[in-house]
C-alpha cells in the first residue's frame, strides 16, 4: 500500500471542531466560569440522549463511581461484585468506602462479565453477603441489565452500571425493545465519563444517571461537600439568604460551566460520531475476517458504541512494537485489575480468573475514532496485514 499516514494514529483521539470552541469561548465571557447554567443544561440534555429521568454531571468518571457506592451506602465490609476486565476506578470506588471487591471471570466472546460465574458466586454465599454489582459496558458492548436485574433482585443486590464506553450504546430486552446503556431502567445508577478519546469530550468530566429520584437529590448534595441550600431540605430555621447547611460529609466534585458547554457541543453531534465508530467497525470486521491469526472481539454485535475496536493475536508485543514503528500507537485494554500490586495485596493472585487473564495476553485496541479516516484505516489494517501474513511476528 503506497500511504503515508501525516500524522500519528493513535487507538483513540478527541475531535474538537470550530462550534466547540465557539461554545467554549461563549462559556468564558459569560457571568458563571462555574455552577452556573451550562451544567444544568448539560445535565439536562444528557439524561435526555440515554433517556433517564435524571442526571448530576460532575468532575469526572471516577468521581461518579465515588458518588455512586456514597449514594448506596457502602460500608466497611461490605462485599461489591465487579469484573476484572476494566479500569479499576471500577474497582477502587469500593475500597473508597472501605468495601470489600470481589470479581468474577469474563465471557471471553464479548469481555463482559459472565453473569453465569455472578450467580454461581451469589449461590456459594448466604444471601446477603454480597451488596451490589457493578456492571461495566466494555469496549462499548452493553451488558444484558434485565438478565442482571433479575439476578440482582433475586439475591437483595443494587447495580451501578459503568458505561464510560457506552454512551449510545444498547442491549435488546426479551421483550425485543432496546434498551440505552444508562437509561435507568435496570441499575440503580449508570456512570459515564467524558475523557478526551471517549465519545464525548469535556476534557475531563463525568456523568451519572438515575431514576431514582431520592439518589439524585443525595448525589446533589455529595458533589457539593453534602452542602444543601434547598428550604424543605434545612434541619435549622434560616437565617437569610446565604443560609446553607452541610448535612453530611460530601466532596468538591463539582464541574466548571467550561467543560459543560464543550460536552454540550459534543453532544450536539453524538449521533454523529457514533454512526461513524459503527462504520469503521464494520470495515474492520470486514477485513479482518479475511486474515488468519486475527480474531475480533465481540464483531457485529447490536447496540455496541464501540469505543475500543479490539482484535486478539498471539503475538501481541510483536504487533504492538511493529505497529509503533508505523506511527499506529495501540493500547491494551485492561491489565486484569486484580493483577494490579494493590489488589495482589489484598490476596488475589494469577489464575484466580484465567479467562480475564487468557484474554489479556492477546487483546490490542486499535485506532477508532470518528475523524479516521478509510485510507487511515486501510493502513492500519495493512500493517497488521503484513506483520500476521508476512511473517513479521
Known amino acids: ?76 465490609g461490605q462485599r461489591v461484585i465487579t469484573t476484572p476486565l476494566t479500569f479499576s476506578a471500577s474497582a477502587n470506588c469500593v475500597r473508597y468506602c472501605g468495601g470489600e ?16 460465574k455472578v450467580r454461581a458466586l451469589l449461590e456459594a454465599h448466604p444471601k446477603g453477603h454480597f451488596s451490589g454489582l ?58 459515564f465519563s467524558f475523557h478526551p478519546v471517549k465519545h464525548i469530550a469535556t476534557g475531563e468530566g463525568g456523568m451519572i444517571t438515575t431514576n431514582n429520584e431520592q439518589l439524585f437529590q443525595q448525589l446533589l448534595r455529595l458533589r457539593t461537600h453534602g452542602i444543601t441550600r434547598e428550604p424543605a431540605d434545612l434541619v435549622h430555621e434560616s437565617e437569610g439568604g446565604w443560609y446553607m447547611e452541610m448535612q453530611e460529609l460530601g466532596y468538591n466534585y463539582r464541574i466548571a460551566d467550561l467543560n459543560c458547554a464543550l460536552g454540550l457541543s459534543q453532544l450536539a453531534r453524538a449521533d ?11 470495515q474492520y470486521d470486514a477485513a479482518f475476517a479475511q486474515i488468519p491469526g486475527v480474531t475480533m472481539l465481540a464483531p457485529g454485535r447490536p447496540g455496541h458504541a464501540y469505543h475500543l475496536y479490539i482484535i486478539e493475536v498471539a503475538d501481541r508485543k510483536g504487533l504492538y512494537d511493529f505497529l509503533k514503528t508505523r506511527q499506529i500507537f495501540t493500547q491494551v485494554h485492561y491489565i486484569p485489575v ?24 492477546r487483546c490490542l485496541s486499535i485506532p477508532l475514532f470518528p475523524t479516521l479516516t478509510d485510507e487511515e484505516q486501510d493502513y492500519v489494517v495493512s500493517c497488521i496485514r503484513e506483520f500476521i501474513v508476512t511473517g513479521q511476528q
Not at 483521539?13 to 457571568?31: F, M
Not at 445535565?43 to 463511581?65: C, D
Open 134 to 191: 457493578i456492571s461495566v459496558d466494555f469496549a462499548g458492548l452493553a451488558v444484558d441489565l434485565e438478565a442482571a436485574r433479575q439476578l440482582a433482585d433475586e439475591f437483595g443486590l443494587w447495580i451501578i452500571e459503568d458505561s464510560c464506553h457506552a454512551p449510545g450504546g444498547f442491549f435488546i430486552d426479551s421483550a425485543g425493545q432496546e434498551q440505552q446503556c444508562g437509561n435507568g431502567n435496570f441499575a440503580d445508577l449508570a456512570i
Open 272 to 282: 454523529a460520531g457514533l454512526a461513524r465508530r459503527r462504520q469503521l467497525a464494520a
Open 1 to 76: 500500500m503506497n500511504f503515508t499516514p501525516t500524522r500519528p494514529l493513535p487507538y483513540g483521539r478527541q475531535n474538537i471542531t470550530e462550534a466547540d470552541v465557539a461554545a467554549v469561548t461563549a462559556a468564558l465571557q459569560a457571568d458563571f466560569l462555574t455552577q452556573g447554567p451550562a451544567v444544568a443544561e448539560f445535565e439536562k440534555q444528557f439524561a435526555a440522549y440515554v433517556g433517564a429521568r435524571y442526571a448530576v454531571a460532575v468532575s469526572n468518571g471516577t468521581a461518579a463511581l465515588h458518588l455512586c457506592a456514597l449514594a448506596l451506602d457502602v460500608q466497611p
Open 101 to 116: 471487591v470481589q470479581f468474577a471471570d469474563i465471557d471471553p466472546a464479548t469481555g463482559l462479565i459472565n453473569l453465569a
Open 338 to 361: 486484580h493483577r494490579m500490586p494493590y489488589y495482589e495485596g489484598l490476596g488475589w493472585k494469577a489464575g484466580d480468573f484465567p479467562l480475564a487473564e487468557a484474554y489479556y495476553t
